[in-house]
């Protein structure tokens, strides 16, 4: 069983570039550097559980699938569609739909835990 809370070490994460044609990446401010790990689910699974960790930038994506993600650490601004800005940190819980396309500004180096559905797998 994996156990996630702030504080707790997340162990090792790999390099996870912004190359993803399916989420079709812009980076719009800075140098973000995306890592992360799967500790469940993978290639054609509908559902995944993992940890994310991003460093300070500003990018859109397309989002794959539903997800729920609690902020580790950090401090991440996200602006949806319709242009509503959420701030998100530790502690706080964010729910992203899929084909949501999502501007993330990542004010804060910020680490958090998912779990993501698709209907159609990843």
């Known amino acids: 069983m994996q156990i996630y809370g702030a ?8 390099h996870w570039p912004f190359d993803n044609p399916a989420s079709n990446y ?8 995306a890592s992360g790990r799967l500790d469940e689910g993978g290639p ?3 559902t995944r559980l993992g940890i994310w960790r991003c460093t300070e930038g500003t990018f859109e994506c397309t989002e794959l699938g539903d997800e729920l993600q609690t902020v580790l650490s950090g401090h991440v601004r996200l602006t949806r569609p319709d242009g509503t800005v959420s701030e998100f940190g530790a502690g706080d819980t964010v729910f992203t739909r899929r084909g ?18 698709s209907e159609d797998g990843f």
Do not use: M
């Open 26 to 33: 812009r980076i719009i401010r800075g140098n973000p550097q």
């Open 100 to 117: 949501e396309r999502v501007t993330w500004d990542v004010v804060e180096d910020v680490t958090k835990v998912f779990f993501s559905y």
């Open 7 to 14: 504080n707790r070490e997340i162990g090792t994460l790999e």
């Open 44 to 46: 054609g699974d509908k």
